[in-house]
């Protein structure tokens, strides 16, 4: 079992709609948890912070349930600049541990 | 603003040559961390070290060294490059708190030809 696993992608979704990815971790002790973005050809770069009792940055959503080992990201209202490829990262000692990422298109 | 930098944005070398990377940071983080990105792999661990002269074994350390004689600058190393070792490879670094966010330079991509 991979350490972090995330929902295949790629997602093609209309301007507007609402978009869930899905992420599982299998280390229960894991401390720190986080959505990257990365656009093509660019660096990974933070997206935001996931915490225990959730939290929202404007049309992003982060969830987090410990229990299940389990992350997810909601956006609602999609953008085309939304477009680009969502990771997820788990935090474990000193190591950061990233899933294969989810490719979200966002199509006028 | 926090910069880490990559001493080359692509390369091209031969097999068998021995091909330095090396990653600059100047927030005085203690972590850093070399990855791989391959596509349908996503980033994988080489190696990442939390403090001078401190090293550990990420996922796929084989064919890899590292070095890191000052806090600032984390160094990879392939002792004798592959094909398959032609990727990208994305350098990055972080406070040693958990919670804190890693910064990523722009990335090397290399070609082993």
């Known amino acids: 079992r991979k350490e972090v696993e995330q929902d295949p992608g790629p997602f093609n979704v209309p301007e507007g709609a609402t978009v869930a990815f899905n992420c599982t971790y299998s280390?229960?002790?894991?401390?720190?948890f986080f959505w990257y973005r990365q656009d093509c050809r660019k660096e990974p770069k933070l997206l935001m912070s996931?915490?225990?009792s959730g939290n929202e940055d404007g049309r992003f959503t982060a969830q987090l349930n410990r229990a299940s080992q389990y992350i997810s990201l909601l956006i609602r209202d999609s953008k085309l600049s939304d477009s680009a490829t969502y990771l997820c990262?788990?935090?474990?000692?000193?190591?950061?541990?990233f899933g294969q990422g989810t490719e979200l298109s966002v199509k006028p | 603003d926090v910069k880490v930098t990559q001493s080359s944005r692509y390369l091209v070398k031969r097999t068998g040559e021995k091909v330095f990377l090396e990653c600059v940071q100047d927030?005085?983080?203690?972590?850093m961390f070399w990855y791989r990105q391959d596509p349908g792999l996503g980033l994988r661990l080489i190696y990442f070290?939390?403090?001078?002269?401190?090293?550990e074994k990420g996922d796929i350390p084989e064919g890899y060294s590292v070095s890191r004689e000052k806090k600032e600058r984390f160094s990879l190393i392939l002792e004798s490059a592959s094909t398959n070792q032609t990727s990208m490879y994305l350098c990055?670094?972080?406070?040693?708190?958990?919670?804190?966010?890693?910064?990523f330079g722009q990335g090397t991509r290399l070609t082993v030809v």
């Open positions: 927030m005085d983080h203690e972590n």
């Open positions: 070290s939390y403090d001078v002269k401190m090293k």
């Open positions: 990055a670094s972080s406070l040693q708190f958990a919670g804190t966010e890693a910064f």
């Open positions: 996931v915490y225990s």
């Open positions: 280390n229960s002790a894991s401390q720190s």
């Open positions: 990262v788990v935090k474990d000692g000193g190591k950061l541990i």
